[in-house]
């Protein structure tokens, strides 16, 4: 297949069509149009991708061979139903919307989804980042994994329902982690502490959980069932209502789960 020759539309001009952008035009595919329906922003990345922009559905070119759906979950269903007849595949990005959603509006695709936080002025290195693919027919498919080959080294067509466990995991790892460190971030704040002297504890727990079973290095008052040391901390925690009911529920599970 020579990718020079397949044309991509990005529907969607935010975070993840900015990235995908960039690493398929890298990649040797031709990006021919990026649809917003802010303007500015269907320019803005039109121009890094030195193609066209545009924010009316119907001037959708009808003749590329790959359209991806670069928008927000809810979002989805209303763009299918507005565009014009394609020929091509259409893939959406959604963790959890089925693949089957693009064939029920009468067009042949399924998803496209990367695995990863985007940010659109961040360089990303995608050679890294996991895609994961599937369509209603075996061309459409094929297609899906070849492009998702040329800018990704993982790359899996799994089921819906393993979609959704991955999406729901990336939930918990990232957006649940995060959340933590907002919250300690508050705390120190507040004893006129830095954040930042975590980082050595931070990175070494991410290394230990990525080369071993995480259950198998899980250490702290819970794991060791402290209640005296728990207690403690939960008093400590008495102006930080939030933080406090989240230290007490993740020390009961841990205990639970080591009983």
Known sequence: MDFSEVNVVLIGAGNVATQLGIALRSAGLNIRQVYSRTTEKAEALAEQLSCEAINDLQDIHQDAAL???AVSDGA???VLNQ??????VIAHTSGVTSHTVVAEHGFTGGYFYPLQTFVAD???DMTTCPIFVKANEAAAEQ??????QKISNNVKVISDEQKKHLHLS???VNNFVNHLYALTTDMLRNEHLDFTDLEPIIESTIQRALANEPKSIQTGPARRND???IEEHLAMLKHQPLLRK???CLSKSIIKYYE
Do not use: C, F
């Open 246 to 248: 989240v230290y007490k």
């Open 122 to 124: 961040e360089a990303m």
């Open 83 to 88: 565009l014009p007849n394609l020929n091509g």
């Open 143 to 148: 297609l899906l994994l070849k492009v998702a």
């Open 76 to 78: 989805i269903e209303s």
């Open 227 to 229: 209640t005296t040391t």
């Open 170 to 172: 990336a939930v918990i």
């Open 67 to 69: 359209y991806i759906l």
